[in-house]
C-alpha cells in the first residue's frame, strides 16, 4: 500500500532500526526548538515520541507547515543541497527522536535504494507542496525600474530559492513592510531572509553566502573540479559522484546554464511531452547532491595553472580550489546585440532568458524576441502564453535553417507571434526603463517603431574562456581543442595523444557548448559530460 500523501510517509521498523544504526537519541521538552529557520545542519530527525511542529515564519505571522506525528520524519531537499533551512521546527509535548547528520542521510539514500528513495520523494514533494501553501520566502523589495533587483530576483529564481517579489511602485504592501523594517526607500533593494539580517542592496556574493549557497572552499584536494554547472557540468558531476569521486561543482551564476533558463525542452530524450529547463537541471542538480557533490555559487573562475601535483583554479576573489582533474564546462552565452541605447537597458528591458521573473512587467504588452535558433523558438512560444503578442525579428528568409522543424512549424501557427523576415533592431529607446525600439528592414529599407517593455536576445554564442587564455590551447573564436584537435603542447608526453574530450594539458577536460566541434544540444552536452 502507498502512502497517501508522498510528502509526509510513515517509516515502519525496519526503515527505523536502519536509520537507527547512523543516528543519536536525542530528547525534547514541549516548546523546544529542534532546529530554527536558517540552520544548515541537524534538520532530519525521526519522531519516536510525540509530536514535531512544522512553522513558516517568512511571512507576516507564523504557520503551520505540518505536525510530524510518529514514525515520520523532519528535512526537506536543504538536507542535500547544504543550503539553509527556510522552516522551524517545535517540540508538541516531549520529543523523542533520533538525529541523523546531512552526510549520513547522503550515504543512506545512496545505500538503501528502498529507503532512499521514499526520503527522497518525500524532500522533493515536501518543497513543492511548501510552495504551493503559499510560502513566502525570501522577500525582495525594490523597484521594478531598479537593475539591482532584477539582478536579485533573477539569482534567486535561477537558483530556485523561493522568493516574493514586492514592487513598490505597484504594490501598496511593500511601503509597510519598510516602515516595519525601518528602511528607507533609498536604500532600496532591501532582501529580507528569516533568521539572517536585513539585507541591503546585497551583493551577489553576500546574498549566496546568507542563504547558504555558496561557503569557504578550505583547502581540500577534490579528485574533480567541475568549472560550469550547465548540461555537460552536470552530467559530469553525477557520474563522478556516483563513482565515488570528491567532486566540486563552480558556477558563476547558478546551476542548469542556458538550458536551466529553457521554457521548454522537447526533443530530449524520454521526456514525449517536454520538460521545462529549470525543472530537467533542477533534478539533476539534486541527483548530484544525492552522491555528495557539493556547489559554489557564485564562484568565478579568473585562472588556471599545475602547482606541479595538481591543478589550481583561483577564483575573482582569490579563494582557491585544488584538484587531480578539471573538467571545463563554461559554455557560452548568447550575443550582446550592437545597438545604440542596448547598455542602458540591460536588465531594464534587454534580457538574454525568458522566465517568469522577467515577464512579470510586460504581460499586457507586445514583446520582441531577437533570433532564429531552438532557444529563441522556445522563449517566443513560453512569452506567447503570457504577454499580448510576441514580434520575433529574423535577420534571414526563413527558420528552418537553424531551428527544428517541428518547432519552426509551431511559430509559424501560433497567431499570437508575428515572425518579421530580414529585420533588426537600430535604435533602443526610453527614459528609466526599454519604452519602445527602432527597426529596419534590411531589403525593403523599411523602419518601423514598435512601442515594448522587453527585448529578449537569443543570438550567437561566444564561449566563456578569457581566463584560460595561455594556459590551454583554444581556436581563434575561443572554443577548446580537445582530442585529436590538439595540435601543440609541450605537456605531453610521446606515448599517447590527449583522451577524446582532454585538451592540451593533461588532466584538464572540456565538454560541451565551450569545447571546439561540440554538437549545440542539451543531450550532446549531458553526453559529453558524463564521457569526460
Known amino acids: 500500500m502507498t502512502d497517501p500523501n508522498p510528502a509526509f510517509p510513515k517509516l515502519d521498523a525496519d526503515e527505523i532500526a536502519s536509520i537507527a544504526r547512523h543516528a543519536a537519541a536525542r530528547h525534547f521538552d514541549d516548546g523546544e526548538p529542534l532546529f530554527e529557520v536558517g540552520s544548515t545542519a541537524g534538520t532530519f530527525f525521526v519522531v519516536l515520541t510525540g509530536a514535531v511542529e512544522i512553522l513558516d515564519t517568512s511571512g507576516d505571522e507564523p504557520r503551520r507547515v505540518v505536525l510530524h506525528g510518529l514514525d515520520e520524519f523532519t528535512g526537506d531537499i536543504d538536507i542535500l543541497s547544504r543550503r539553509r533551512t527556510v522552516v522551524s521546527a517545535v517540540a508538541r509535548g516531549g520529543v523523542d527522536a533520533l538525529e541523523v547528520s546531512p552526510g549520513d542521510i547522503r550515504m543512506i539514500i545512496t545505500e538503501e535504494p528502498s529507503l532512499g528513495d521514499k526520503l527522497l520523494r518525500a524532500f522533493i514533494a515536501r518543497r513543492e507542496q511548501l510552495i504551493d501553501s503559499g510560502f513566502t520566502g525570501v522577500r525582495v523589495i525594490g523597484s521594478a525600474s531598479s537593475r539591482d533587483a532584477y539582478r536579485i530576483r533573477d539569482f534567486l529564481t535561477r537558483n530556485r530559492v523561493p522568493v516574493t517579489w514586492m514592487d513598490v511602485d505597484n504594490d501598496p504592501h511593500a511601503a509597510e513592510t519598510l516602515q516595519h523594517f525601518g528602511v528607507r526607500s533609498d536604500a532600496l533593494p532591501v532582501v529580507v531572509c528569516e533568521g539572517q539580517p536585513l539585507l541591503r542592496n546585497p551583493s551577489t556574493r553576500q546574498l549566496a553566502e546568507a542563504l547558504g549557497l555558496r561557503r569557504p572552499l578550505g583547502d581540500e584536494v577534490y579528485d574533480l573540479v567541475i568549472v560550469g554547472a550547465g548540461p555537460s557540468g552536470l552530467g559530469a558531476a553525477v557520474y563522478a559522484a556516483s563513482e565515488g569521486l570528491s567532486t566540486l561543482l563552480l558556477d558563476s551564476d547558478a546551476p542548469g546554464g542556458q538550458a536551466g533558463a529553457s521554457s521548454k525542452i522537447e526533443n530530449y530524450l524520454g521526456f514525449p511531452i517536454g520538460v521545462t529547463g529549470a525543472d530537467l537541471t533542477g533534478n539533476a542538480t539534486l541527483q548530484a547532491q544525492k552522491f555528495g557533490a557539493r556547489f559554489s555559487t557564485p564562484s568565478i573562475a579568473s585562472s588556471i595553472h599545475d602547482d606541479g601535483d595538481n591543478i589550481v583554479i583561483t577564483l575573482m576573489d582569490g579563494e582557491t580550489a585544488t584538484a587531480r582533474s578539471v573538467l571545463i564546462a563554461t559554455g557560452a552565452e548568447y550575443c550582446k546585440l550592437n545597438v545604440p541605447g542596448r547598455e542602458r537597458f540591460e536588465g531594464l528591458g534587454v534580457y538574454y532568458s525568458a522566465t517568469l521573473t522577467e515577464i512579470s512587467t510586460c504581460v499586457t504588452s507586445d514583446v520582441v524576441v531577437v533570433g532564429a535558433g531552438n532557444s529563441a523558438g522556445q522563449g517566443a512560444m513560453f512569452l506567447a502564453k503570457h504577454t499580448r503578442k510576441v514580434i520575433m525579428l529574423v535577420r534571414g528568409d526563413n527558420l528552418n535553417a537553424s531551428m527544428s522543424l517541428y518547432l519552426a512549424d509551431r511559430l509559424r501557427a501560433n497567431r499570437n ?116
Not at 523599411?446 to 522587453?454: C, F, L, N, V, W
Open 417 to 532: 507571434i508575428e515572425i518579421l523576415y530580414h529585420t533588426s533592431i537600430t535604435q533602443m529607446e526610453g527614459s528609466e526603463r526599454l519604452e519602445r525600439i527602432q527597426i529596419e528592414n534590411s531589403q525593403t529599407g523599411e523602419q518601423r517603431t514598435i512601442d515594448t517593455p522587453a527585448v529578449f536576445t537569443f543570438i550567437g554564442a561566444i564561449p566563456h574562456t578569457d581566463w584560460l587564455r595561455g594556459s590551454i590551447e583554444m581556436d581563434a573564436k575561443g572554443f577548446i581543442c580537445t582530442g585529436r584537435a590538439v595540435t601543440r603542447s609541450e605537456s605531453w608526453k610521446p606515448d599517447r595523444w590527449p583522451y577524446l574530450l582532454e585538451t592540451s594539458h593533461p588532466g584538464i577536460f572540456a565538454a560541451g557548448d565551450v569545447r571546439l566541434g561540440s554538437v549545440k544540444r542539451v543531450a550532446a552536452a549531458v553526453g559529453e559530460g558524463s564521457m569526460a
